[in-house]
């Protein structure tokens, strides 16, 4: 304001400076008039001197209040600035808001966010609603969206106490008492780890097994002919059930290591070694199948050496003792060799306080709801008892052994199957007792949210990974296409948007046959735990890309149809039921429903399934050769076409198939032929050993003689899935 006063002041003046030397060019020439006019015009003179002060006058007032004017003009504005900067919004944010939250605390629409961030350093197609903001994009937002920024530090999750449930510590050896021994037996598929607990347990639970195979951990109660009790854990022997003998090493006492006698150490065998020396559980040799004629303990026992198990014959510390689980021979010996290491150990538990123990397999059955088996721990089990396991509790309502009896309490390393539960825990999971159903509640709503919580920590490191990546792949294009003139800038960046285009409908259905998306049902939480395991190992997505939309256990729904359907997938059962309704409704809609009760033809159902989805590979089949003896000319019509005069060394030439011309053993030309004789006749087929001239559908091609003429069909054939998942 001051400079535009100056200059109005500086104009005036020079304009005061003109008048006032006007003025004086006037007297001048008055003074010279005097001489000769002395009395004209008296009054004129005065009237002219006034004028350039009265002038100055009024510049004078209108001066002052054109300053007046400008000076209260400036403190309006002045004060119009204040008011605007005083009546900008305050917006509370914190550190790693979503865009949902910044847009909520902004009192905007989400896509105000989206507007304030375009032409930035951020990928905008990658931001959802729940999305987390740096602190650079949260500032930019509110910067561009005209308001004030303020940081809340009560945004900031409070740390909550820790509400879980814990193990109670070791009790007071005065306390402990004598327990039965926890056995797990373990070893390789068919070497007859089952046959073996039968002939101990007087059942035959290996003759009702699908396959002859094992597919579940099983925990009996033994009682033996001296009186002493053992709990014996049946683990598969199948390579998909890893994961289940591992979860049986690590709550068992001793592990009993079954090796068929004519087989020798297998696949499994190793594992299992390996599983009791992570478990640092104490090992008994059950050499198996010493009946059979082939049998060779000693070859048994040589190759056990390799894999640090040695036994007692070579200086070793570990039992083994030959069986035969078939006829029964030397079964109490094994049962002796286990009591006696029972002995060593010193198995003791604590009967009183609250129940520890470990959920050995979980089910849901029809009429009970979800059911668990457990190993008692320490403790004892009784009806009402309130537990916790994983992120599920119970009130347990009914307890039962493994005959399906109802019984009213179990003890320290008793089996024990539990009803009651509010949602199926997983195998594996931990059990405590705890003292009430709202402690209950509360440990496993506290389990939820440090789940939640983790996941949470994940899910902000993979979008801040992310958001590295995008910027850096921004900052490298900027580099790439700055140097380019715009026009040929623009032209790229519309090739590559093109190419990013979403796929039509008719596009996507054909993109779609690469996919085979999946729902798993299992009876049990091992069975399906196994069979994920296994999908793991699928490393053929390059060909068929295999999507696990939902997995559980129990009984096929009309949910999981429903969720087929959806994705145009498959369901696939393991022991489990699909009722007829479930069934009719599948077949309405087109949903593929397979059950199975062994595990590798399951296994070898999905690998046909994933082979159907592969494109066909097309196969040349040999039907003739002939070679060609001579080559010369006929004239047909103007023209003159190229003959080849051959003789058939191998099958026969038929003219409506495909032919193919090589030279010094690379084809030079595939096609068909116009013209095939034997003689002077047309014929359409000729065999071996006899003579025929022939002219192929293309003129250029250059015969010689040597050349070989093979005449060959395709077929198409099926493809198959390069995944092998070990067995």
């Known amino acids: 304001m001051n400079q535009k006063i100056l200059k109005v002041e500086n104009l005036l003046r020079f304009h005061t400076i003109c008048r006032q030397l006007h003025s004086l060019y006037q007297r001048r020439m008055l003074a010279q008039w005097r001489h000769v006019f002395s009395s004209a015009y008296p009054v004129w003179p005065a009237q002219l001197y006034a004028q350039p002060w009265q002038t100055d006058a009024l510049i004078r007032a209108a001066l002052s209040q054109h300053r007046l004017l400008v000076t209260k003009k400036e403190k309006k504005s002045q004060k119009s600035q204040l008011s605007s900067t005083k009546s900008k919004k305050e917006v509370e944010v914190w550190i790693g808001m979503t865009v949902e939250e ?90 007859g780890k089952t046959t073996l607990l039968d002939k101990l347990r007087k059942t035959q639970v290996a003759a009702m097994e699908a396959g002859g195979i094992t597919q579940h951990i099983g925990a009996f109660l033994v009682s033996l002919p001296s009186g002493e009790k053992i709990t ?49 559980v104490p090992v008994v040799l059950a050499i198996n199948k010493c009946d059979k ?55 003791k538990a604590d009967p009183t306080g609250p129940v520890e123990g470990t959920v050995i397999e979980s089910f849901t059955d029809k009429g009970r709801g979800p059911v668990t088996t457990a190993i008692i721990q320490r403790g004892t089990l009784r009806k009402g008892s309130i537990l916790v396991a994983g992120k599920s509790w119970a009130k347990v309502r009914l307890m039962f052994d493994e005959n399906d009896k109802a019984i009213n309490e179990a003890c320290p390393s008793m089996p024990v199957g539990i009803i009651g539960w ?10 405590l007792e705890v003292e009430s159903e709202p402690r209950a509640r509360e440990v496993v709503h506290w389990r939820k949210y440090e789940q939640e919580q983790e996941k949470n920590k994940e899910d902000l490191e993979l979008i801040e990974e992310k958001r590295k990546e995008h910027q850096e792949a921004h900052r490298k294009a900027r580099e790439k296409y700055g140097t380019l003139p715009w026009k040929e800038r623009s032209f790229i960046k519309y090739k590559i948007k093109k190419q990013q285009q979403p796929l039509k409908p008719k596009e996507k259905a054909g993109g779609d046959s690469n996919v085979l998306p999946i729902i798993i049902k299992g009876d049990v939480d091992g ?63 087109g949903v593929k429903i397979k059950l199975h009760k062994i595990i590798y033809r399951l296994i070898e159902d999905l690998q046909e399934e994933l082979s159907s989805r592969l494109p066909c590979t097309v196969e040349e089949h040999t039907i003739g050769e002939a070679c060609i003896l001579a080559t010369f000319s006929i004239t047909e019509g103007k023209k003159k076409v190229p003959v080849a005069g051959c003789r058939v060394q191998k099958g026969q030439l038929e003219k409506q198939k495909k032919f193919k011309l090589i030279r010094n053993g690379h084809v030079i030309w595939k096609g068909s032929l116009i013209s095939l004789k034997h003689h002077k006749d047309d014929i ?34 099926l493809a198959k899935t390069s995944w092998d998942p070990g067995f």
């Not at 949260?138 to 004030?148: A, D, L, R």
């Not at 070859?299 to 070793?316: F, H, I, M, S, T």
């Not at 025929?692 to 250059?702: A, H, P, R, T, V």
Request: charge should be negative.
């Open 527 to 589: 069975s399906v735990e196994a069979i994920l395991n296994i999908m793991d190992t699928y490393d053929a997505s390059h060909e068929c890309e295999l999507e696990l939309v939902h997995f559980g256990v129990g009984d096929i729904s009309e949910n999981d149809v429903n969720l087929a359907e959806t994705f145009h997938g498959v369901i696939y059962g393991f022991n489990v039921n699909a009722g007829n309704v479930i069934q009719q409704s599948a077949a309405k809609k």
């Open 293 to 347: 004629a082939e049998a060779d303990p000693e070859r048994v026992k040589k190759e056990l050496l390799a894999y640090d198990v040695v036994c007692e014959d070579y200086g070793g510390d570990i039992q083994a003792v030959h069986v035969s689980a078939l006829t029964g021979d030397n079964l109490m010996a094994l049962v002796e060799a286990t009591i006696a290491l029972a002995e060593m150990l010193e198995l």
């Open 102 to 191: 910044l847009a909520r605390a902004m009192e905007k629409d989400i896509d105000c966010v989206y507007e304030s961030l375009l032409n930035t350093a951020i990928d905008i197609d990658s931001l959802e609603a729940n999305s987390h903001l740096d602190e650079v994009w949260i500032k930019e937002v509110i910067k561009k969206s005209g308001m004030k920024l303020k940081w809340s530090k009560l945004k900031q999750d409070k740390v909550r106490e820790n509400k879980d449930a814990v193990r109670r510590p070791q009790a007071d050896p005065a306390l402990l008492i004598p327990r039965s021994p926890v056995v797990t037996i373990m070893g390789h598929v068919d070497h």
């Open 684 to 717: 359409s087929v000729i065999k071996t050993g006899m003579d025929c001239g022939l002219s192929l559908d293309e003129e250029k091609i250059e015969l010689k003689v040597g050349d070989d003429i093979v005449c060959y069909e395709e077929k198409e054939v």
């Open 422 to 431: 509010r949602d199926l825990p997983s195998a594996g999971d931990e059990i």
């Open 232 to 280: 014996f854990l049946d683990t598969p022997g199948h390579a998909a059930f890893s994961a289940m003998r591992a979860r049986g090493a690590h709550v068992t006492d001793i592990i009993i290591l079954v090796v068929a006698a004519d087989d020798g150490v297998m696949k499994q065998t190793v594992e299992s070694i390996q599983h009791a020396k992570d478990a640092q």
